[in-house]
């Protein structure tokens, strides 16, 4: 199938007229900058990266007094109508602006870089006021250049007690929810020292706001809610798990769903005794819907076998199964008994069970594609309608890449679900595999001739970015991706 960026018959650019860096140089110096200069009068974000390059000719000074100018624009009274009614041309001189503060003035003066990145920041406020950014557009350049953040405060090696006291004043004034995983993305130019001095500026304004005595911010007094949450960022770079139990209230540690993510805490730092003694303070009942009682379920599990109770392990995965019917609970309860069951007669079980049960769709779809039965989840996902179910991602990973090659409509559907739970549970572990899916996912779109009762390619990053733009770590890679396919 020709591709649209291919002439018809599939013959390819003669090489010395592809527009290349090498076929360029052998332009006239003089003619090109003709050309350059007539289509920078139609092409906005060509004429601003042309001026960023004389700047930068001129020295790191000028550069970024000439950044600081453009800055200064996009919050002039007189920007307020195009600001609010040309979001997208707000979008490309944004993001304009960000690239040369990131890829330009930061490999000349990480130091200069960083103030002004700071700057470029701070007034996300003032422009989120005055824009409809419905489709997260606008917001997404923001959070990108908060993703830069880190990288250019360790390049520029800020001192981490002064870098711990500038992001304290930043973190808790924040009205659109930007600086979610902010101090996760500079924890390496904190280090220890600044994560920890970072933690009490936190805690001493957590006590004076329950003092009142915490003065408001331009957006009003802080909340206990969201310095708490600040806190576990920190407590969580830390690995302190005792710091993190301390930002929960005991009502909130008797939520199952919260307990579990406790208790995996603390087994993780070997003290599955305190753990086990946690989760049985907050069991998921009838009284609260069993909510959270997966979590629950694979929490116990994990802290027993930290402990060292295989066997009780194992009886908890046998026991639950029919009311919890994960097939991962199931499938390391057979692993851990060698030669009771063979593959053929676990798969046999696995369906037998299905069939009396009758599950959700999806249920199906998990239970079935983690026994390796690829063509009965192909024809499931082929029927998805989506009832709101989960997958689970250790049964969707080796599926997606098996059924690839003969069934790459499932192949997509099974990635798709991948990317969805991580970004809905904002696991930023898995944003490199949720990444690397989206380029999968680039590459599958080839050879996609219909996408049947599926969203295309592009709507579904289209939805993606609606429905989660604040996921800048994840974006971030993303766009990276694109760039250097680009």
């Known amino acids: 199938m020709t591709r649209p960026d291919q002439p018809a018959g599939g013959s390819h650019l003669i090489p010395e007229t592809a527009v290349t860096e090498a076929n360029l140089t052998k332009l006239d110096a003089q003619r090109l900058a003709r050309i350059l200069a007539e289509q920078s009068t139609r092409n906005r974000q060509l004429r601003r990266r042309l001026q960023t390059e004389l700047a930068a000719q001129r020295g790191v000074e000028a550069l970024a007094q000439d950044i600081r100018g453009r800055l200064e624009l996009v919050l002039q009274p007189g920007s307020r109508h195009e600001i609010r009614h040309k979001p997208r041309r707000l979008v490309n001189e944004l993001e304009a602006e960000r690239e040369a503060i990131v890829d330009t003035l930061a490999a000349q003066a990480p130091d200069a870089a960083f103030d002004l990145l700071l700057r470029f920041i701070d007034m996300h406020a003032e422009v989120m006021a005055n824009v409809d950014d419905a489709d997260g557009r606008v917001a997404h350049v923001f959070y990108k250049a908060c993703c830069d953040l880190g990288p250019i405060a360790e390049a520029a090696r800020i001192r981490s007690s002064q870098l711990a006291r500038t992001i304290v004043q930043l973190i808790l004034d924040d009205p659109y929810g930007l600086y979610d995983g902010l101090i996760t993305t500079l924890s390496d130019a904190l280090g220890d020292t600044g994560l920890a001095m970072l933690g009490h500026e936190l805690l001493s304004k957590r006590e004076a706001i329950l003092a009142g005595t915490q003065a408001s911010t331009p957006y009003g007094l802080p909340n206990v809610s969201v310095v708490n949450a600040r806190l576990r960022e ?196 898995r944003y490199p595999d949720a990444a690397q899916n989206i380029r999968e996912l680039e590459a599958l779109d080839a050879q996609i001739a219909s996408y049947e009762a599926f969203e295309t390619h592009e709507q579904f990053v289209t939805r993606l970015r609606t429905e989660h733009p604040r996921k800048p770590r994840f974006w971030s890679r993303v766009d990276r991706s694109d760039a250097a396919a680009g």
């Open 234 to 429: 920190v407590y969580e770079c830390r690995e302190d798990v005792d710091g993190l139990i301390s930002t929960y209230t005991t009502a909130e540690m008797r939520s199952a769903r919260v307990a579990a993510y406790l208790a995996r805490r603390l087994a993780d730092a070997e003290r599955a005794q305190e753990a086990l003694a946690l989760l049985d303070s907050a069991p998921p009942t009838a009284d609260n819907h069993y909510f959270g009682e997966y979590d629950w379920i694979s929490a116990r599990i994990e802290a027993l076998e930290t402990k060292g109770a295989w066997a009780e392990a194992q009886e908890l995965r046998l026991s639950t199964f029919p009311a919890t019917p994960s097939a991962a609970h199931l499938k390391a309860y057979i692993k851990r008994i060698a030669g009771v069951a063979d593959d053929a007669e676990s798969e046999r079980a696995a369906r037998a069970f299905l069939e009396k049960r009758r599950p959700t769709r999806a249920d199906a779809l998990a239970f079935l594609v983690s026994w390796l039965a690829f063509q009965h989840a192909a024809r499931l996902v082929r029927i998805q309608t989506g009832d709101g179910a989960r997958p689970q991602r250790e049964v969707l990973v080796p599926a997606a890449a098996y059924v690839e090659p003969s069934y790459p409509l499932v192949s997509v559907a099974l990635r798709r679900a991948l990317i969805e739970d991580a970004l809905t549970l904002a696991r930023a572990s």
